[in-house]
């Protein structure tokens, strides 16, 4: 199974930036950003495909955040920049190791997860 390891996160002000960083221990496909504030349900954030060609982002981080990824690495970006306290939350990364397939929000079209990593922004 590949492993997935996020860095990265951190305390910033409202207004500032930060990058995320999932590296994986094998080859992955698409690969997802996630997010879970306290209290709420895990949701969406961002995803990107193999080739890095392709990517998808919720409505609430379109404009600010921008995923890319480093394959010879095995390595993802998510830059975030505008940041709002609305983001706090812990980020998880997720891989999909299936093949070639369209991307997706859905959590059940990933198979590997990260631990996460803490997001906070404060006011």
């Known amino acids: 199974q590949v492993q997935l390891v996020e860095s990265g996160g951190g305390l910033v002000q409202a207004g500032g930036s930060l990058r995320l960083s999932c590296v994986a221990s094998?080859?992955?496909?698409?690969i997802g950003w996630f997010r879970q504030a306290p209290g709420k349900d895990r949701e969406f954030v961002a995803a990107i495909t193999w080739s890095g060609l392709s990517t998808y982002y919720a409505d609430s981080v379109k404009g600010r955040f921008t995923m890319s990824r480093d394959n010879p690495k095995n390595t993802v970006y998510l830059q975030m920049n505008s940041l709002k306290p609305e983001d706090t939350a812990v980020y998880y990364c997720?891989?999909?190791?299936?093949?070639?397939?369209?991307?997706?929000?859905?959590?059940?079209?990933?198979?590997?997860w990260g631990q996460g990593a803490q997001v906070t922004v404060s006011s």
């Open positions: 094998g080859h992955t496909f698409n």
């Open positions: 997720a891989a999909w190791t299936g093949g070639i397939r369209w991307l997706s929000k859905d959590q059940n079209d990933y198979d590997c």
